[in-house]
C-alpha cells in the first residue's frame, strides 16, 4: 500500500511539477506588487508657523554682480510685497523668511540648466529635468553649511516642507528668455536630497528674481504650488484643440499672477483656497422651511472679502461639484481685478485629479469655472481673461433663475441666488430661494451626459425620495426628434426609464437631451448631451514585460462593443508616457482592434523596474475610456535565466523530487550493529596498492572489535631499483 501511495504521490509532482515550468507569471499573480511611488501629501498652510527657507542662485552668465540680483534684493523682496501679500491672503501676520547668506553659484551656466529638448521643456535628451538637477547641486553645494533646517520642516517628518530657490537669469515664462531659460516651476526631485542627519529635500519651488517690478505674482504662484495648489490656466491636451483661458485673470493659479504687471496678484480663489488648507468657506443648506407667495425661502447670508475674513459660501450640487460665491474688492489686490462684486465659481471633481496639476483642459469638462454674470461665456470660449461684466451686482440672480446654473449632468438647480444688500444695510449679502421648495426626483447617470451604442436602446436612470409618484414629461432631441417614455409610477428608490426616439440615433455624434420630468408636482429641467457611438471601448488592465535596454513593442488588444467603426484620440499618461508612445488615433472596427506601444527605454529602466500609466482612449465629445497599463522591465531571458523564474525553479524541483520517488532502490542484507539492532550495511572494499602497484596484505588493514584501524603506509617516494 505504501508503495503505491509513494508512485501515486511521484506521479503528481511530476504532472505538476512540468505544468509549472509553462506557467511563466503564475507565481506573481498570488504575490504581493509593491504600490507604484506616490508622493507625499505636500504640507498645507500651518497657522503662526510658516518658515521658508530661501537661497539665491547666479550663474557664471548671469552674476550677481552683472545683473545687481542678490541676498538684499531676495530679501526685500519676500519682506515686502511677498509678506504682504501671504499676510492679507492668510490673515496670518507670522510669515518668516530665512535668506540664505550666500549667492551659490551653479556649475553649469543658466542655458544648460534651461534648454528644452524633444523629451520635454528643461529637459535633456536622455530624460533628466534639469533645473532638478541643479538644485539638487545647490543643496550639495550648501551641505557643509551650518543650516537648521528644523524651522522649515513644519510637520515634523524630517521632510523640508518650505523652499524657494531664486535665480539671476531670466524665466522662459517671461517671454524674453528663450528656449534656453529656466521655467519657473514646482516639482518634487527625483530623488530626495539629504541635508541634515535625517532631513531631506524632496520638493522645491523655483522662479527667477529677473522679473522686474513684477517678479512677485510668479513667485507667489509657485510658492502656493508648494502649499498644495493647482494650475487653473488651460493646460494643454492633444485630446482638445479649443481655445478657453480657465479662470483667467481672477485667480494666483491662472493668469492672475501678472494683475497690476505681476506686482498685484489675484487673490487666490475659494477652490485654490481649500486646496491650501485655507478654506473660509460655509455649506448652505437649502431645506427652504418658509413659503410665501408660493416662493419657497431659503436663507440670507452675508458676505465679506478677504480682507475682512473673507467669509464665503459654498453650495453642493453632487459629490464632485460645488459652487462657491465669494465677494471681491477693497484691497489693493482685488482693485486690480477685471471688476469687483460677487464672484461665482464651479468646482467640479468629476473633471480630473488635482494631483495630476492637469485639470482645466476641456471647456466642455472644466475642473474650476466662473459663472459670469454678463452670461457671454468669454472665458469659456476665450474672448477675453475675465471682465467687470462677470462679476454679479447687487439684484443680480443666478441658479434656477438668471443666470443658468447646471450640474454636470446636465440638471438645472433647484434653488435661486440673489445678491441683496446685508442686514446691517452696509454690506452684501446672499438670499436664497427655490420655486419649488426644491424636489425629490434626481438623475442618476454619469457625468457629462449619456454615451450608447448606436442603434442600442437609450435609457436614463432617476431615484425618487419622495412618496410615490406617476411620471410625466416632455423630452426631445436635436437629431432624434421628440423621446416618448412610459408614464409609470415611481415608488421611492432608483429606477431605468426606457426613451424612445423618434428618429434612429446615427452613430458617432453628439446630441442633446433637453426638456423636463415631472413627479408628485416637482419638474426635473434636463439639458444632457449624448454621444451616440458606433464603437465603445472597454476599461481594463494591461499587464506585460519589456526590456530593460532595447526598442520594443507591447501589443495591446482594445476591446469594444458595436458595429461599424469609430476613431478615437489616444493619449498615454503617467510614467509610462516617459518610454512609451502610441498613435495619434486608433479606429475601433473589430471586437479586439490592435494598438501597438513602441517602447524606447532611453536609459531610464532598470531590471525589475515597474512602469506604470494610463492609455485614455477619447471620443469625439471628450469623453474617456482608461486602460491601466503595468509593464515589468526585464532583461532578455536565456535558456539559463528560465531556471531563475519562481515558477521554473519549483517546477523542475517537484519533477527531481516525483523522480526520486519512482527510482529503484537496491535492498542490502542486514546485518547487526555493535548494539545488537540489526542494520543494513553494504560494504565496499577498497583494494590498497603499494608504490610499485602491488596489493598490500590483508594483515595491513585490521577490523577489531568493529573499530577500523589502519597500519602505517610505505612513503611515497619511489627508490630507483
Same mark, same amino acid.
Not at 509513494?6 to 504575490?31: C, I, K, N, P
Not at 545687481?68 to 519682506?79: R, Y
Not at 488648507?277 to 447670508?301: A, H, K, M, Y
Given at each position: ?5 509513494? !508512485? ?138 551650518? &543650516? ?30 528663450? #528656449?534656453?531659460? *529656466? ?21 522645491? /519651488? ?8 513684477? /517678479? ?147 471647456? =466642455? ?5 466662473? *459663472? ?9 470660449? =476665450? ?19 438668471? !443666470? ?6 446636465? !440638471? ?10 446685508? #442686514? ?6 446672499? /438670499?436664497? #430661494? ?28 432617476? &431615484? ?49 437631451? #433637453? ?20 464603437? *465603445?471601448?472597454?476599461?481594463?488592465? !494591461?499587464?506585460?514585460? &519589456? ?175
Amino acid at each position: 500500500m505504501q508503495r503505491i501511495l509513494t !508512485v501515486v504521490a511521484a506521479l503528481l509532482l511530476l504532472v505538476s511539477g512540468a505544468a509549472l515550468t509553462q506557467s511563466e507569471g503564475w507565481l506573481t499573480r498570488f504575490s504581493v506588487e509593491p504600490e507604484s511611488e506616490q508622493h507625499e501629501p505636500l504640507t498645507p498652510w500651518q497657522f503662526g508657523r510658516e518658515h521658508w527657507f530661501v537661497v539665491v542662485v547666479d550663474f557664471s552668465d548671469a552674476t550677481t554682480q552683472d545683473t545687481g540680483l542678490g541676498v538684499a534684493q531676495a530679501t526685500s523682496l519676500m519682506d515686502g510685497e511677498i509678506r504682504d501679500y501671504l499676510a492679507l491672503m492668510s490673515g496670518d501676520d507670522d510669515v518668516t523668511f530665512t535668506v540664505h547668506n550666500d549667492v551659490v553659484r551653479a556649475e553649469g551656466t543658466s542655458s544648460s540648466y534651461g534648454k528644452d529638448s524633444a523629451a520635454g521643456r528643461d529637459f535633456s535628451t536622455d530624460g533628466e529635468f534639469l533645473p532638478g538637477q541643479l538644485v539638487a547641486e545647490v543643496l550639495e553645494s550648501m551641505s557643509k553649511d551650518q &543650516i537648521d533646517w528644523s524651522p522649515h520642516d513644519l510637520d515634523d517628518d524630517g521632510v523640508v516642507d518650505r523652499l524657494l530657490v531664486l535665480h539671476t537669469s531670466r524665466g522662459q515664462e517671461t517671454g524674453s528668455g528663450g #528656449s534656453d531659460r *529656466i521655467w519657473s516651476h514646482f516639482t518634487h526631485l527625483m530623488e530626495p536630497v539629504e541635508v541634515a542627519d535625517d532631513v531631506t529635500v524632496a520638493h522645491y /519651488a523655483l522662479a527667477t528674481m529677473r522679473g522686474g517690478t513684477g /517678479a512677485g505674482g510668479t513667485v507667489v504662484h509657485e510658492m502656493l504650488h508648494q502649499l498644495g495648489a493647482i494650475d487653473l490656466y488651460p493646460v494643454h491636451d492633444p485630446a482638445w484643440t479649443g481655445s478657453w483661458h480657465g479662470v483667467g485673470d481672477w485667480d494666483i493659479m491662472a493668469s492672475g499672477n501678472w494683475n497690476g504687471g505681476g506686482v498685484w496678484p489675484a487673490l487666490p480663489t475659494a477652490a485654490s483656497m481649500q486646496l491650501i488648507g485655507l478654506d473660509t468657506s460655509t455649506e448652505v443648506v437649502l431645506n427652504f422651511p418658509v413659503q410665501r407667495d408660493g416662493t419657497c425661502l431659503g436663507p440670507t447670508i452675508d458676505l465679506t472679502p478677504r480682507h475682512q475674513g473673507g467669509d464665503l459660501l459654498r453650495v453642493d450640487l453632487t459629490e464632485d461639484q460645488r459652487v462657491f460665491i465669494e465677494l471681491k474688492g477693497g484691497n489693493a489686490f482685488d482693485d486690480r481685478l477685471p471688476g469687483t462684486g460677487v464672484l461665482v465659481t464651479v468646482l467640479d471633481d468629476a473633471a480630473g485629479d488635482p494631483s495630476d496639476n492637469e485639470v482645466n483642459v476641456d471647456s =466642455g469638462r472644466p475642473w474650476l469655472r466662473v *459663472i459670469e454674470a454678463d452670461n457671454d461665456d468669454g472665458l469659456l470660449t =476665450g474672448l477675453d481673461d475675465g471682465t467687470d461684466g462677470d462679476a454679479f451686482q447687487l439684484g443680480d440672480q443666478f441658479g434656477a433663475e438668471g !443666470v443658468l446654473i447646471r450640474d454636470h449632468q446636465g !440638471v438645472l438647480v433647484p434653488w435661486t441666488a440673489e445678491v441683496v444688500l446685508s #442686514s446691517d444695510g452696509n454690506g452684501t449679502a446672499i /438670499a436664497f #430661494s427655490a420655486p419649488e421648495c426644491g424636489h425629490g426626483l434626481s438623475v442618476d447617470a454619469a457625468p457629462y451626459g449619456l454615451r450608447v451604442n448606436a442603434n442600442a436602446p437609450l435609457s436614463l436612470g432617476l &431615484i425618487n425620495t419622495d412618496a410615490p409618484c406617476t411620471l410625466t414629461g416632455s423630452l426631445r432631441m436635436d437629431f432624434g426628434g421628440m423621446v416618448t417614455f412610459e408614464s409609470v409610477l415611481l415608488d421611492e428608490g432608483a429606477h431605468v426609464v426606457e426613451l424612445n426616439p423618434e428618429q434612429t440615433l446615427v452613430g458617432d455624434a453628439v446630441d442633446r437631451l #433637453s426638456g423636463s420630468l415631472t413627479c408628485s408636482g416637482t419638474e426635473l429641467d434636463l439639458d444632457m448631451p449624448v454621444t451616440v457611438l458606433n464603437r *465603445i471601448p472597454q476599461p481594463y488592465s !494591461v499587464e506585460d514585460s &519589456i526590456n530593460v535596454q532595447e526598442l520594443s513593442e507591447v501589443r495591446v488588444d482594445v476591446r469594444n462593443t458595436g458595429h461599424g467603426s469609430s476613431t478615437y484620440t489616444v493619449l498615454i499618461e503617467g510614467p509610462l508616457s516617459r518610454v512609451a508612445s502610441a498613435p495619434d488615433r486608433i479606429t475601433l472596427d473589430h471586437d479586439m482592434t490592435p494598438l501597438t506601444l513602441s517602447i524606447d527605454p532611453s536609459g531610464l529602466l532598470q531590471e525589475g523596474m515597474l512602469v506604470r500609466g494610463e492609455i485614455h482612449l477619447v471620443d469625439l465629445d471628450g469623453g474617456r475610456t482608461v486602460l491601466s497599463v503595468t509593464l515589468t522591465a526585464e532583461d532578455e531571458t536565456t535558456g539559463f535565466d528560465r531556471f531563475r523564474q519562481p515558477e521554473v525553479a519549483i517546477g523542475v524541483s517537484m519533477i527531481l523530487i516525483g523522480v526520486s520517488l519512482l527510482w529503484p532502490r537496491g535492498r542490502s542484507k542486514p546485518v547487526d550493529g555493535p548494539q545488537g539492532q540489526q542494520q543494513e550495511a553494504v560494504q565496499h572494499r577498497e583494494v590498497m596498492l603499494d608504490p610499485w602497484g602491488r596489493p598490500i596484505d590483508q594483515h595491513d588493514e585490521v577490523v577489531q572489535d568493529g573499530l577500523e584501524a589502519h597500519g602505517e603506509r610505505p612513503a611515497t617516494d619511489r627508490q630507483p631499483l
